[in-house]
């Protein structure tokens, strides 16, 4: 089965409750609720479920089950893509069997963190992997948290596997980036915020990253500008954005994000421990930034 993953995608954060001041704060359901019906009619192509801005490494399986299944709900048919996270094979075998009983477009998945295999090992635990999966496979490239890096040759063997079909690319190589989008086997999806333009403008499909939380017409807007040569007012909206981009990531994500969406009143301040609220002058910095982007027309 194949699907079509271009376009822009949100990492949908998990709101926490407010009222719950221990370290394992729970999901707010109504909150995410909100948030997925606000993002539907935005012109995004989905959402990416179970990110690393969602913190779903800090969420046992039960609490991603149920963001999951209210995040495909409020959907209401619109793609979603599930994180994988698991520390083994056999994990992962497992956890790939319950996330293909869901109604989603895809699943998203990274190395193996901290065992830093071979590149014929890494080739295989994702080969064997996409061979088991009903759903296809989106590879989630992002060595400085995995410990290691798919080198390209390994990128073009595991993009010729028909249930291998996308990559969220966080590598931060423009080498290997061309190298995969003139491949033509993958599609290309930033993963990087700043790597957002210059994916889009060598010819990449979308883009997977935090910042399109924040005013998602302006990334659409600034994709479908590139796509028809107006590169003039593409580089304006990436100009525009680029330092609200830059201070979302001053602190370790998502603290800033939900800092800033909690003082737009969409969720509440709170985060998974060992992750910390932001400081209160980065919020202000960031309200700041988001009230001077380019104005909705």
């Known amino acids: 089965?194949?699907?079509d993953f271009s376009g822009i995608w949100i990492p949908l954060i998990t709101p926490l409750q407010a009222d719950d001041a221990s370290m394992d704060a729970g999901v707010d359901h109504s909150a995410l609720t909100r948030l997925v019906e606000q993002y539907r009619s935005?012109?995004?192509?989905g959402f990416a479920s179970l990110s690393t801005t969602g913190e779903a490494s800090l969420l046992c399986y039960?609490?991603?089950?149920?963001?999951l299944g209210?995040?495909?709900k409020a959907a209401q048919g619109l793609p979603?893509?599930?994180g994988l996270t698991a520390n083994t094979f056999v994990q992962a075998c497992e956890r790939i069997a319950q996330l293909s009983q869901y109604d989603i477009a895809g699943i998203m998945l990274s190395s193996p963190s901290y065992i830093r295999p071979s590149q014929q090992g890494l080739v295989e635990y994702f080969i064997r992997l996409a061979d088991l999966s009903e759903k296809p496979l989106v590879i989630y490239e992002i060595p400085y948290r995995t410990g290691v890096r798919l080198e390209l040759p390994s990128l073009l063997a595991l993009a010729r596997h028909p249930n291998i079909q996308a990559i969220k690319d966080c590598a931060g190589s423009l080498a290997i980036?061309?190298?995969l989008i003139e491949d033509g086997n993958l599609q290309v999806l930033a993963g990087e915020d700043f790597n957002i333009f210059n994916t889009?403008?060598?010819?990449?499909h979308g883009a997977i990253a935090a910042a399109t939380h924040i005013r998602p017409d302006l990334y659409i807007s600034m994709m479908h500008a590139i796509q028809a040569g107006e590169l003039n007012k593409a580089r304006q909206i990436f100009a525009s954005v680029s330092p609200l981009m830059q201070q979302l990531f001053a602190e370790p994500n998502p603290a800033p994000l939900k800092g800033l969406l909690a003082q737009q009143g969409h969720i509440a301040n709170q985060l998974r421990f060992p992750l910390l609220p932001p400081s209160t002058a980065l919020v202000e910095q960031l309200s700041s930034l988001a009230q001077q982007l380019i104005p909705k027309t």
Do not use: K, P, W, Y
């Not at 889009?200 to 990449?204: E, F, I, K, N, Y």
């Open 80 to 82: 979603v893509i599930a």
């Open 42 to 45: 935005s012109g995004i192509r």
């Open 1 to 3: 089965m194949t699907f």
């Open 200 to 204: 889009l403008c060598m010819g990449g």
């Open 177 to 179: 980036t061309q190298a």
């Open 70 to 72: 209210i995040t495909l």
């Open 62 to 67: 039960e609490e991603q089950d149920a963001i």
